[in-house]
């Protein structure tokens, strides 16, 4: 299957920083790239959808401001947390898909610990 | 509002034991549907998938489900489990929007 990539795999920050994820897939073109939040022994919920060259879709109670989502090219998306708080530590998977049809591959995964 | 549920949230079984993990979704139209598996420490992967055709696929691993639309349920079945099948399996569903919907998740355990 298709293969995609975060970086960093974990992060540790303090208060009021800022930290970026970034999302690759590896061997395709990610026309569409998805973030998700998962808590412990909860389901992944989805947080934005982004697509390449445009802005990303945010689903609703999830601040824009607050986690910014650039897809700059189809194989590359990230995530900013901004002024990060010790409630945004959480996992945070990305996931990229090639075409409206196709299957999403999902990375594995960044563990954000906002002290 | 579209929901996946998954009803059963932990399950326990020993080898050789005959597994089916129930999901039903609440969608009118057409649906693409997925099971994919969490081992502990690992990301998601792809079990299996519905796009049309035959409502019974098979997935990696011995695994395979059956779409029934009368139902709306797309159950995980394997007839005869591992140890190495521990891990959370979830179901998701994708239903004429962007975005796959997520069920909770049910944890699975395979005692030796």
């Known amino acids: 299957g298709a293969v995609v990539s975060q970086h960093p795999s974990r992060v540790i920050c303090k208060s009021g920083t800022s930290v970026k994820i970034e999302c690759r897939s590896l061997?395709?073109?990610?026309?569409?790239m998805f973030w998700y939040r998962q808590f412990p022994k909860k389901s992944l919920m989805l947080m934005a959808t982004?697509?390449?060259?445009?802005?990303?879709?945010?689903e609703q109670g999830v601040e824009k401001d607050k986690f910014l989502i650039n897809h700059a090219s189809l194989t590359l998306s990230t995530l900013t947390v901004t002024s990060a708080h010790p409630e945004d530590s959480s996992f945070y998977i990305c996931?990229?898909?090639?075409?409206?049809?196709?299957?999403?591959?999902f990375g594995p995964g960044t563990r954000l610990l906002v002290l | 509002a579209q929901s996946v549920s998954q009803h059963n949230h932990h399950v326990i079984l020993s080898e050789a034991a005959s597994l089916e993990l129930g999901c039903n979704y609440s969608y009118g139209g057409t649906v693409n549907l997925f099971w994919y598996v969490q081992y502990p420490g690992q990301h998601l992967q792809l079990l299996l998938k519905?796009?049309?055709?035959?409502?019974l696929v098979k997935g990696i691993k011995g695994f395979e489900a059956e779409f029934i639309k009368s139902k709306f349920s797309f159950n995980l079945r394997k007839p005869s489990v591992q140890w190495s099948d521990t891990a959370e399996y979830f179901c998701a569903v994708n239903a004429g929007t962007d975005k796959l919907i997520f069920g909770t998740g049910t944890r699975l355990q395979v005692f030796p």
């Open positions: 996931s990229a898909r090639s075409g409206l049809q196709e299957t999403q591959y």
């Open positions: 982004s697509n390449e060259g445009s802005k990303a879709t945010y």
């Open positions: 061997d395709f073109q990610a026309t569409t």
């Open positions: 519905y796009f049309s055709g035959d409502p």
